[in-house]
């Protein structure tokens, strides 16, 4: 977590811990989201570290799960899952236009004028 920033801010840097998520863990652990992370003192970098391995799944567990579900969509091919193996936007998205993230750069496709 980046030292300079205010806790509250700094927790969502951890994978799986957004805004709410963060404000919620400092009102379990009672420290003031306007705190700055080099102004912690020990005990409550141990408290914030406790709560979030106690109650949430983070980092490299929250990862594993995520990317298992999507093997089990492509294993069973269901609809969602053959839109992750082609790269394609899975939740309905239009791709005539836009998607160009899932996509990626744009491929032209064309043909090439011969000099006469």
């Known amino acids: ?3 300079d920033k205010q806790i509250g801010t700094a927790l969502t840097y951890i994978y799986g811990i957004g805004p ?3 404000l919620r ?3 379990t652990a009672n420290i003031a989201p306007e705190v700055r992370v080099r102004d912690l003192s020990d005990a409550e970098a ?3 570290r406790e709560i979030v391995e106690r109650d949430f799944r983070v980092e490299g567990d929250l990862r594993r ?3 298992g579900n ?3 969509l492509v294993e069973i091919q269901s609809y969602r899952g053959l839109r992750h193996r082609r790269g394609l936007p899975v939740r309905g998205q ?3 236009t836009n998607s160009r993230t899932r996509k990626g750069p744009r491929k032209t496709v064309g ?3 011969s000099k006469k």
């Open 20 to 22: 709410s998520l963060a």
């Open 46 to 48: 141990a408290r914030l």
């Open 111 to 113: 043909v090439k004028r």
């Open 94 to 96: 239009r791709t005539k």
């Open 65 to 67: 799960e995520v990317n």
């Open 70 to 72: 999507i093997k089990r």
């Open 1 to 3: 977590m980046p030292r």
């Open 25 to 27: 863990v400092l009102e």
